[in-house]
């Protein structure tokens, strides 16, 4: 079994979402698939699509205008939510501190977080790869965390570039994820890969080593290929 994210991001209608769920509902698979929506779009799932948010507040509730509870996402009907977006790292200047703390309210929630992590090109480039996902583990989790959780890794690089790592580079960041949460006591968590993913590609990148899965950006806003990319993730 694979999990098959879709992070719709800023985008999609109420018909929208009702045609995607039409749409894999027809599907027959084993897979674990997850819509993550914006805020308007939240509601139960059904029998075989669960439905997660994009974001979560790191407070309970107060004077914190614009943002949206664990409990409020759970109330509408989530049952996933993705925290520390690379696009929310970088445009919303959220750090390893604030992921944590989300993490943290997502799971005091109920709800099971996505994590992101991953390097930018700059990173890439200066030979950093390797230590920067391992303390983005590290410290976007609580220390004490044994609960559902779910690791993505996203080369911040490749996110709406339309180039996908080479085998061997999903593979290494991969095994250093896993590594990394084996020495964390939290063996056996899925790590999903995230970026440029497509129905051409997904076969040869859920088959790597230590890949539970993919995190689909654009191409989950598709019927037509996010049911392909489901039925090939085997």
């Known amino acids: 079994m694979k999990i098959i994210a879709g992070n719709w991001k800023m985008n999609g209608t109420r018909a929208d979402l009702d045609t995607m769920i039409g749409a894999i509902s027809k599907v027959k698979t084993e897979n674990r698939v997850i819509l993550c929506v914006p805020f308007t779009l939240l509601r139960a799932g059904v029998e075989n699509v669960a439905i997660g948010a994009q974001d979560i507040s790191a407070h309970a509730k107060g004077a914190y205008t614009g943002e949206v509870s664990g409990a409020m996402l759970r109330e509408a009907g989530a ?5 520390g977006h690379s696009e929310r790292r970088m445009y919303h200047d959220e750090t390893n501190d604030i992921v944590r703390q989300k993490v943290q309210m997502a799971l005091e929630s109920g709800l099971t977080p996505i994590v992101c992590v991953g390097e930018t090109m700059e990173e890439k480039r ?10 983005m583990v590290r410290e976007s989790l609580p220390t004490d965390v044994h609960d559902d959780i779910i690791i993505a890794y996203e080369p911040r690089w490749a996110i709406g570039a339309g180039i996908t790592p080479t085998t061997q580079e999903i593979a290494d960041a991969h095994k250093v994820i896993a590594d990394t949460l084996s020495y964390m006591g939290l063996d056996g968590t899925p790590i999903l890969y995230g970026a440029s993913v497509n129905p051409l590609n997904v076969g040869d990148i859920v088959a790597i080593r230590n890949v539970g899965g993919v995190l689909v950006g654009g191409a989950s806003l ?3 290929e996010f049911v392909t990319i489901i039925e090939s993730a085997k």
């Not at 049952?79 to 925290?83: A, F």
């Not at 200066?126 to 303390?135: C, L, P, R, W, Y």
Request: net charge positive; glycine share 6%; aromatic share 12%.
């Open 79 to 83: 049952k996933y939510v993705i925290v």
């Open 126 to 135: 200066a030979g950093k790869t390797f230590d920067v996902i391992e303390s």
């Open 222 to 224: 598709k019927p037509q």
